[in-house]
């Protein structure tokens, strides 16, 4: 029998695109009016985030906590006082391409009003589901080359990437890596056979993600990061390809299974 999923807590962090208003209007001015100027801003932004994770990783009987807004409006994967340019809250996007006008300034009151309102109420939320569960995942995905705005710019990306910890400072207990990226491969083995992407990793590009470490040391339910490549399931221009969404849907459910079981 395998573990019960409600033992799962699954999070996406970065799987919405949607802007509140006034921050929309912070962003694009007067312009925000403009359906045309609008759809096209949000879009971008939602595929600048990780579009369609809250899908590739929904999971039947786990349990979920879906990120309402932008990680350009907060993002939840950054600590709360993470003040760097790809922060907690972003002035630019990956490209370096400014998200606000020439001489835009947020200041201390508006971006602790923004911090409490979206950021800290994320955070009660995941905290919330914790008790009872065995592990966390954390869904993201990444682009087929390091961005402009990254350690690993232009440097092309595997398939998967798990984040478990540093070596030294595992979130997952360190005895199951080699189980962990053995049972990923397995999982998604269809998946990547189909693509021209390669490789399941642990650590590369990153080592963990910073959802996972901060509930992992404040709640101790081992926890992992888990990346995939947009490539993917997402066409030339964004568009989703619905056939392989729904294999890498199918693909985490097999591998959350074999991951619970680890941890039993």
Not at 135 to 147: D, E, I, S
Not at 158 to 175: K, N, Q, S, V
Request: hydrophobic content about 40%; some cysteine.
């Amino acid at each position: 029998m395998p573990p019960a999923r409600d033992s799962l807590l699954i999070v996406t962090p970065h799987s919405s695109g949607q802007v509140p208003a006034d921050v929309l209007r912070d962003m694009l001015g007067d312009a925000a009016l403009d359906t045309p100027t609008r759809t096209a801003f949000l879009r971008r932004l939602f595929l600048d985030g990780d579009p369609y994770t809250d899908l590739i990783y929904a999971l039947p009987g786990a349990r979920h906590v879906n990120a309402a807004w932008s990680r350009f409006v907060v993002d939840l994967n950054r600590d709360r006082d993470d003040r760097v340019d790809n922060g907690v809250i972003k002035l630019v996007d990956f490209t370096r391409t400014p998200l606000y006008p020439d001489g835009f300034t947020l200041s201390e009151e508006a971006r602790e009003a923004r911090l409490r309102l979206l950021w800290d109420a994320f955070d009660r939320q995941v905290t919330a589901e914790l008790p009872g569960a065995q592990l966390l995942v954390v869904g993201h995905c990444m682009g087929t080359h390091g961005p402009a705005l990254g350690h690993d710019t232009g440097t092309p990306r595997p398939a998967i990437c798990l984040m478990p910890g540093e070596d030294d400072a595992p979130t997952f207990p360190y005895e199951h890596w080699p189980a962990l990226q053995a049972a990923c491969e397995a999982a998604f083995a269809d998946v990547i056979a189909a693509s021209p992407y390669e490789r399941v990793t642990i650590g590369e590009p990153w080592q963990s993600d910073t959802l996972s470490l901060n509930h992992f040391r404040r709640s101790g339910v081992p926890a992992f990061g888990i990346e995939v490549n947009a490539g993917l399931y997402l066409g030339d221009g964004g568009e989703p390809v619905d056939a392989a969404i729904r294999a890498l849907n199918a693909g985490f459910a097999r591998f959350a299974d074999a991951a619970l079981a680890l941890l039993t």
